[in-house]
């Protein structure tokens, strides 16, 4: 028996684009699109709406700011029930970029938000709304948050913000079962106007079983990725999410299709997945950033080492 | 606050030689050894200790036989707490091989039954702890237990049994969660007298999150190997449950190091992970043994058509 309210996000483009500047040919997009559309998934996240005068179009591919022309050449003569999305990050967007909801091609924007800065992530939200968009919050970085701070957010956010679903988000892979039940609940306890999501990286392997825990606590959205494709240690793998859910609209088969023909090869030229030294900033609770330096480095395998400088900062 | 009861198994050598015929080389397994040492980890569990009437030693490694010499080869001169363990499959093992615990290296034997072999199993368990063994049943293939035929295993196991522990073990890494949360707690039910331990199979990324599920619900023996070394999608990584566990006893910079100067080459040379066809066998709750052929041949990315296969086997 499905829940049908459950929603299923894929933000492989979206998250993705961390690794390789968002720089995705329109070819490639465009086969994600179809076989995400061809699966019965809700949602697909395209990129970034970044303002040009903040980040440069010679620096970056163009899903880091979604202009709906470029929109339009991914999903234009493909058949499909599935709603576009963008993220936009709070002091990176600018407002009047974007249109109407009527006149874009996209139907959802998601403001990515610290605990600290959720007045302005509410700002842009009530503004976003206001223009006939599905809006959601994610709340980054949510395994630092202190408890009291988290509540008064989650209180302000109940009272104050248009948004449908707020979004727990482990930006550092770091929660596990107890920890993601906790928080659910306790998003759930105060939203009670609003649906609660559930975004995991997958540093320690957990990021499909705390999707999974975060449904069981009453978590309707979902976010996923086609093989886990993603910053770092990547997502949870939206061919699991599809294995696991039982709402026969989903076929996990064009999925299965887009690994095979597009994902593998892709392999071979990004780096995403279990890999030690995002285990261990995982383990440790911080950011990848450092993770994803020694990579890049002569040093990408020495583990040890570099365990002991992240856990050698200590200071009272 | 740690649990001090949780004994941690580490079971590369022996589910990661299901992989490569049990052919291991001594330094290797010496390396493994020092850094479990070091680690702090329970126990070692080293192969099978299989009779050499039924399978050849010029077909398989020596760790497909454990013989006490070879393991005498791999521990000499190496300062350990950490217990050797081997494997026994019922009807493969000759118990007049297995001498008196006071005259082996060997501290622990697990058997490896299914369901209805149950009787054998405890016939064998009995006999190696009359010997003076510590002694387990690892229950196989637990995802495809009838409930009533799992209720009557378990009581016999409770009467009838002189194992220590119990385990559960997920062959097909086709448990979630909330399957592992009803069987760890059916078993911590009925064995009253005995511990239960988990042994998972990480073919849905789901090995590390079930096994701490299996530790919420009190089994205080887990299994884990390292980078998740183990047949098929292999198991629960053991630097993950180093990285969980609280006890000051456990160090996870020697498997760190392991990883390092050791598996990173052994991956470029043997399969084991999360690979889409043995997703696909856990999804559906199958022996990855298709897959496994499916990776040798020349259709190994062909993954849509392997799913159809498997689905398609429907009998009424």
């Known amino acids: 028996m499905f829940r049908e309210k459950i929603k299923v996000l894929d933000c492989t483009i979206r998250d993705g684009g961390l690794i390789n500047g968002h720089d995705f040919d329109i070819r490639f997009v465009r086969e994600v699109y179809k076989a995400l559309s061809e699966a019965g998934i809700d949602y697909m996240e395209i990129g970034y709406k970044n303002s040009k005068r903040l980040f440069s179009p010679k620096e970056y591919?163009?899903?880091?700011?979604?202009?709906?022309?470029?929109?339009?050449?991914?999903?234009?003569?493909?058949?499909?029930?599935?709603?576009?999305?963008?993220?936009?990050?709070?002091?990176?967007?600018?407002?009047?970029?974007?249109?109407?909801?009527?006149?874009?091609?996209?139907?959802?924007?998601?403001?990515?938000?610290?605990?600290?800065?959720?007045?302005?992530?509410?700002?842009?939200?009530?503004?976003?709304?206001?223009?006939?968009?599905?809006t959601t919050v994610n709340i980054m970085a949510i395994s630092r948050a202190l408890d009291n701070e988290l509540t008064e957010c989650l209180d302000q956010l109940e009272k104050e913000c248009k948004a449908g679903v707020i979004y727990i988000v482990d930006s550092f892979g770091a929660l596990y079962q107890e920890t993601t039940e906790f928080l659910v609940k306790k998003a759930k306890s105060i939203l009670k106007s609003k649906e609660v999501g559930m975004h995991a990286h997958n540093n320690q392997q957990l990021a499909f079983g705390n999707t999974i825990e975060a449904i069981i606590h009453n978590a309707n959205y979902v976010d996923g990725t086609v093989y886990g494709l993603g910053r770092a240690a990547g997502n949870c793998p939206l061919e699991l999410i599809l294995g696991f859910l039982k709402n026969p609209k989903f076929d996990i088969r064009p999925v299965l299709d887009l690994i095979s023909k597009e994902f593998i090869t892709l392999r071979e030229k990004m780096e995403w997945g279990y890999i030690i030294p995002y285990a261990i900033t995982g383990i440790l609770d911080e950011h990848p950033r450092a993770a994803m330096a020694l990579r890049n480095s002569a040093k990408k395998e020495n583990y040890r080492e570099f365990y002991d400088s992240l856990v050698g900062e200590v200071e009272e």
Chains 1, 2 share one sequence.
Do not use: Q
């Open 61 to 134: 591919g163009k899903w880091k700011f979604c202009e709906d022309e470029d929109i339009k050449r991914v999903i234009d003569g493909i058949e499909s029930k599935t709603k576009i999305a963008v993220m936009v990050d709070v002091d990176r967007v600018d407002v009047d970029d974007v249109l109407p909801r009527k006149d874009s091609p996209v139907a959802m924007i998601r403001v990515a938000s610290y605990v600290k800065d959720i007045d302005k992530a509410i700002y842009l939200v009530n503004h976003f709304a206001d223009k006939g968009y599905e």
